[in-house]
């Protein structure tokens, strides 16, 4: 699907059933169009992953999503070798002899999701996700890949996808500062949270069915949570399972006590729950029952 | 595009440079595109624009926030900071004050005489005393240090990775070598090839007080850091007094003493007095909750003392603790014959500290070399 215009993206995306602030539209669409990777940060739980996850829906394209570790090598990124294959070929082959370009011929390669995202015929959404925790080692290789989008396996040769470049996503959540040069090969979009309409948005949408006092009053009690000090203020993720836990329950609207019982669905810290209780948590409550 | 647009970008590009941001010809090519596939009279979009290509870190943000309103709407804003804040004013010492430390240095002179070299005085002065010179000798004394220290296994705590590397007697088995081998002999594997995990240096998060007189320790702990691990590479620092704040890009490639003098200026309130607990906290916060801390080694250095209640400070080191693989502590005053932990920050955060070292001269920070290549969890001094 061509994407013409910002508004187009949006639209796009909320088809989707992802609803972007304009910033992020923007960002899709800019990376679409300059054929840029985009660089993705932000707080847990604003919906980085999920935003590449919209985007292969509204192309239509098939998502490739390599998750990175530390120690994350070529072996697990890039390609393999299938040896139990190639043993068995060695073996089969008996006194016949077998040469080392049939050893190492396309069949006995194992692709692993860079390598399928470049040599793949159609257009792929390329998700790179949390690329802080790869090591540098890697993000050095990375950098190649994305500077020319080949990959050159030495038994094999250059395999290069220049003519149909997939749509490439990073996100990092910022354990350590990436090199300058593969920033400077992205565009970069920060996620903030989501004002509260939009919060309340995008609970109806992924929570069908809910009660609109119920989503509103939950959408804000959670924004009264992030201007807290906590140690880990919820994301629109945590907003969107706990509203779906108290919907299940059957309830209409927020009360003390029923907050009091699910807020470990909100709030993942010990110390964090600690924080909210009691007369903060009554006067959470009354606020975020109270009408606009 | 219209050529007034290209200037006027291109223009706005240098004001974001000379405040200190990173902003290249390529990003402005970026932008230029940018704007040329958008409805340029939609203000919101052009911000956008402008910021995804030009920024690329979440720190500049509200600089290039300030950049756009006071550039293209011309509203008025507060000077745009950064650049302004690394102009250096040093405090050179009053006349009366270097008159009574030299008369200190005579009765160290008299040392000298019973055999001490004028490098070994200094290696034992405290790094409060230190004049202009002086801390210059010092820090070539450091990078000698650092040189003179084996390289080949560099003295840096290690630990496992998961990476493998060829090692001939390493306990994973190097397939691909392997079937390359097994070709001359039908498949049967007679020469044996092994991958082994290689060891990389542990990671090392310096939170440095640079409040008031312990600026001239943190100074020195930093330069001598950075000297021992040679390229800063794995360290992040940062400096805190009634704030914290990141330095780890700014002390990357930048003269480390000015960024330090900067970092102090935006961080310590003149109002005086350290927010110890405050500061640890914010750094769990932020940084530790994104797990910069897992399997660090963590150094702090401050004089523990805290202006509010130290109780923050044991909780904060707690969570801290949990975190990192091992925690030092160095306090300057420490150096002194009669140290007692007695402040209150300081008592509420020993229990979780493994080491409590001294750091005030370079003889201490030799000490503290080696315990950075050595050190094992939970073995409070």
Same mark, same amino acid.
């Given at each position: 699907?061509?994407?013409?215009?910002?508004?187009?993206?949006?639209? +796009?995306?909320?088809?989707?059933?992802?609803?972007?602030?304009? #910033?992020?539209?923007?960002?899709?669409?800019?990376?679409?169009?300059?054929?840029?990777?985009?660089?993705?940060?932000?707080?847990?739980?604003?919906?980085?992953?999920?935003?590449?996850?919209?985007?292969?829906?509204?192309?239509?394209?098939?998502?490739?999503?390599?998750?990175?570790?530390? #120690?994350?090598?070529? $072996?697990?990124?890039?390609?393999?070798?299938?040896?139990?294959?190639?043993?068995?070929?060695?073996?089969?082959?008996?006194?016949?002899?077998?040469?080392?370009?049939?050893?190492?011929?396309?069949?006995?390669?194992?692709?692993?999701?860079?390598?399928?995202?470049?040599?793949?015929?159609?257009?792929?959404?390329?998700?790179?996700?949390?690329?802080?925790?790869?090591?540098?080692?890697?993000?050095?290789?990375?950098?190649?890949?994305?500077?020319?989008?080949?990959?050159?396996?030495?038994?094999?040769?250059?395999?290069?996808?220049?003519?149909?470049? @997939?749509?490439?996503?990073?996100?990092?959540?910022?354990?350590?500062?990436?090199?300058?040069? /593969? =920033?400077?090969?992205?565009?970069?979009?920060?996620?903030?949270?989501?004002?509260?309409?939009?919060?309340?948005?995008?609970?109806?949408?992924?929570?069908?069915?809910?009660?609109?006092?119920?989503?509103?009053?939950? $959408?804000?009690?959670?924004?009264?949570? *992030?201007?807290?000090?906590?140690? =880990?203020? @919820?994301?629109?993720?945590?907003?969107?399972?706990?509203?779906?836990?108290?919907?299940?329950?059957? *309830?209409?609207?927020?009360?003390?006590?029923?907050?009091?019982?699910?807020?470990?669905?909100?709030?993942?810290?010990?110390?964090?729950?600690?924080?909210?209780?009691?007369?903060?948590?009554?006067?959470?409550?009354?606020?975020?029952?109270?009408?606009? | 595009?219209?050529?007034?647009?290209?200037?006027?970008?291109?223009?706005?590009?240098?004001?974001?440079?000379?405040?200190?941001?990173?902003?290249?010809?390529?990003?402005?090519?970026?932008?230029?595109?940018?704007?040329?596939?958008?409805?340029?009279?939609?203000?919101?979009?052009?911000?956008?624009?402008?910021?995804?290509?030009?920024?690329?870190?979440?720190?500049?943000?509200?600089? !290039?926030?300030?950049?756009?309103?006071?550039?293209?709407?011309?509203?008025?804003?507060? @000077?745009?900071?950064?650049?302004?804040? /690394?102009?250096?004013?040093?405090?050179?010492?009053?006349?009366?004050?270097?008159?009574?430390?030299?008369?200190?240095?005579?009765?160290?002179?008299?040392?000298?005489?019973?055999?001490?070299?004028?490098?070994?005085?200094?290696?034992?002065?405290?790094?409060?005393?230190?004049?202009?010179?002086?801390?210059?000798?010092?820090?070539?004394?450091?990078?000698?240090?650092?040189?003179? *220290?084996?390289?080949?296994?560099?003295?840096?705590?290690?630990?496992?990775?998961?990476?493998?590397?060829?090692?001939?007697? #390493?306990?994973?088995?190097?397939?691909?070598?392997?079937?390359?081998?097994?070709?001359?002999?039908?498949?049967?594997?007679?020469?044996?090839?092994?991958?082994?995990?290689?060891?990389? @240096?542990?990671?090392?998060?310096?939170?440095?007080?640079?409040?008031?007189?312990?600026?001239?320790?943190?100074?020195?702990?930093?330069?001598?850091?950075?000297?021992?691990?040679?390229?800063?590479?794995?360290?992040?620092?940062?400096?805190?007094?009634?704030?914290?704040?990141?330095?780890?890009?700014?002390?990357?490639?930048?003269?480390?003493?000015?960024?330090?003098? $900067?970092?102090?200026?935006?961080?310590?309130?003149?109002?005086?007095?350290?927010?110890?607990?405050?500061?640890?906290? +914010?750094?769990?916060?932020?940084?530790?909750?994104?797990?910069?801390?897992?399997?660090?080694?963590?150094?702090?250095?401050?004089?523990?003392?805290?202006?509010?209640?130290?109780?923050?400070?044991?909780?904060?080191? +707690?969570?801290?603790?949990?975190?990192?693989?091992?925690?030092?502590?160095?306090?300057?005053?420490?150096?002194?014959?009669?140290?007692?932990?007695?402040?209150?920050?300081?008592?509420?955060?020993?229990?979780?500290?493994?080491? !409590?070292?001294?750091?005030?001269?370079?003889?201490?920070?030799?000490?503290?070399?080696?315990?950075?290549?050595?050190?094992?969890?939970?073995?409070?001094?």
């Amino acid at each position: 699907m061509e994407i013409g215009s910002i508004d187009a993206m949006e639209r +796009a995306l909320r088809e989707a059933g992802y609803l972007p602030d304009r #910033g992020l539209a923007t960002a899709l669409f800019l990376s679409l169009k300059l054929e840029k990777p985009l660089l993705l940060e932000g707080e847990a739980g604003v919906g980085k992953t999920e935003a590449a996850k919209a985007l292969a829906r509204v192309l239509g394209a098939r998502l490739i999503r390599l998750q990175c570790y530390e #120690g994350l090598d070529v $072996a697990h990124a890039v390609y393999e070798w299938n040896y139990s294959r190639q043993l068995l070929h060695i073996r089969a082959a008996q006194e016949g002899t077998v040469s080392e370009e049939e050893l190492f011929g396309p069949e006995f390669l194992i692709r692993r999701p860079l390598l399928e995202a470049i040599e793949s015929p159609d257009r792929v959404v390329l998700l790179i996700d949390e690329i802080d925790r790869a090591d540098e080692e890697f993000e050095a290789f990375l950098l190649e890949v994305l500077s020319d989008f080949q990959i050159t396996i030495p038994e094999i040769g250059t395999i290069s996808a220049a003519d149909r470049k @997939p749509a490439v996503i990073l996100t990092s959540n910022r354990t350590r500062e990436l090199h300058d040069a /593969l =920033k400077r090969r992205c565009l970069y979009h920060w996620i903030g949270h989501p004002t509260l309409e939009r919060e309340v948005e995008i609970v109806k949408l992924k929570v069908p069915g809910v009660p609109e006092r119920l989503a509103e009053q939950a $959408a804000r009690f959670v924004q009264r949570l *992030r201007r807290l000090e906590l140690a =880990k203020p @919820p994301g629109v993720a945590e907003t969107i399972d706990w509203t779906q836990a108290l919907a299940a329950l059957g *309830r209409q609207e927020l009360d003390a006590e029923i907050v009091e019982q699910t807020l470990g669905s909100v709030l993942k810290y010990h110390e964090d729950l600690l924080a909210v209780r009691d007369e903060t948590l009554l006067e959470l409550v009354e606020e975020a029952r109270a009408a606009r | 595009m219209a050529e007034a647009l290209v200037r006027h970008v291109v223009t706005f590009g240098r004001v974001l440079r000379e405040a200190g941001m990173e902003v290249g010809p390529g990003r402005l090519a970026d932008a230029l595109a940018g704007l040329d596939l958008i409805d340029i009279t939609r203000q919101e979009d052009v911000y956008w624009v402008l910021r995804q290509s030009l920024v690329s870190r979440q720190e500049d943000l509200e600089l !290039f926030d300030r950049a756009f309103r006071a550039w293209f709407l011309r509203a008025p804003t507060a @000077p745009l900071a950064r650049r302004d804040e /690394l102009q250096v004013v040093r405090l050179e010492r009053k006349a009366g004050e270097r008159k009574g430390r030299e008369a200190a240095t005579g009765e160290e002179g008299e040392e000298a005489a019973l055999g001490w070299s004028p490098d070994e005085l200094l290696r034992h002065k405290d790094f409060a005393e230190l004049d202009r010179e002086e801390l210059e000798q010092v820090t070539k004394l450091m990078a000698e240090m650092a040189r003179r *220290r084996p390289t080949r296994r560099s003295r840096r705590l290690r630990r496992r990775s998961r990476r493998l590397r060829r090692h001939h007697r #390493g306990r994973e088995l190097d397939m691909r070598r392997l079937m390359r081998a097994s070709l001359a002999t039908g498949g049967d594997a007679v020469e044996r090839a092994f991958r082994q995990r290689v060891h990389v @240096p542990r990671k090392l998060v310096v939170i440095c007080d640079v409040s008031g007189s312990m600026e001239a320790y943190s100074r020195a702990l930093v330069l001598f850091l950075h000297a021992l691990v040679r390229s800063g590479r794995g360290v992040e620092t940062f400096a805190f007094g009634t704030r914290l704040t990141r330095l780890t890009s700014e002390l990357r490639g930048r003269d480390p003493e000015q960024a330090l003098q $900067a970092a102090a200026r935006r961080v310590v309130d003149w109002s005086g007095g350290t927010r110890i607990g405050a500061s640890l906290k +914010a750094f769990n916060d932020e940084w530790g909750r994104r797990a910069l801390t897992r399997g660090a080694v963590v150094l702090i250095v401050s004089d523990g003392w805290e202006r509010e209640d130290a109780t923050l400070v044991g909780r904060e080191m +707690a969570r801290l603790a949990r975190q990192a693989y091992a925690v030092i502590w160095v306090n300057p005053l420490k150096g002194h014959p009669d140290y007692q932990p007695l402040a209150g920050g300081m008592r509420a955060a020993l229990p979780y500290v493994d080491r !409590f070292l001294a750091g005030h001269n370079l003889v201490s920070l030799e000490e503290l070399a080696e315990v950075l290549s050595g050190i094992e969890r939970r073995h409070a001094a």
